[in-house]
């Protein structure tokens, strides 16, 4: 994810928006990711963050970094795609995603203790992800 959004930069039509909101696509989520992966949950995930251990600590913060920022760069995104030549629609894709990240990004905090806290989490990795496919759909053609 990381090197796509930097690479992607360069094979989209020239715009500020959509450079600074693939960057920290980029950054935000494709960092975010390697360091989740690299450093797991304590068991049960431990949200309540009861002596967390390094690697917890390191998850969640990494984790939040990326569930707060990512959703305004896909909106920042999307409203770039909205002057991009023949999307197909992609571009209301783009937006409809961003709007399905932004609700569930704030579900998923404002219910951290919920027992759907991981089809939520999972619909919210899903429009990030779908975001990506689109843009890569876009670039191909």
């Known amino acids: 994810m990381l090197m796509f959004a930097f690479l ?8 500020k928006a959509a450079s600074v909101a693939l960057k920290g696509f980029g950054l935000f989520y494709g960092g975010g ?12 995930c431990n949200k309540e963050m009861i002596n ?15 569930y707060v920022t990512v959703p305004v760069f896909v909106i920042m995104l999307g409203f770039a795609a ?17 709007f399905v990240s ?12 919920s027992p759907y806290g ?3 989490q999972r619909i919210l990795e899903g429009s990030i992800l779908l ?8 670039i191909k053609k």
Do not use: R
């Open 8 to 15: 992607a930069v360069k094979h989209l039509p020239e715009s």
């Open 33 to 44: 990711t390697i360091l989740t992966g690299i450093f797991p949950c304590d068991a049960g």
């Open 52 to 66: 967390p251990s390094v690697a917890q600590f390191i998850h969640s913060t990494s984790g939040l970094f990326s």
């Open 82 to 98: 909205l002057k991009w030549k023949d999307t197909g629609g992609k571009e209301k894709i783009i937006l409809l995603c961003a």
């Open 102 to 113: 932004l609700v569930f990004a704030v579900l998923f905090f404002s219910l951290l203790s």
């Open 118 to 120: 991981g089809l939520i």
């Open 131 to 138: 975001t990506i496919l689109v843009t890569a759909l876009y």
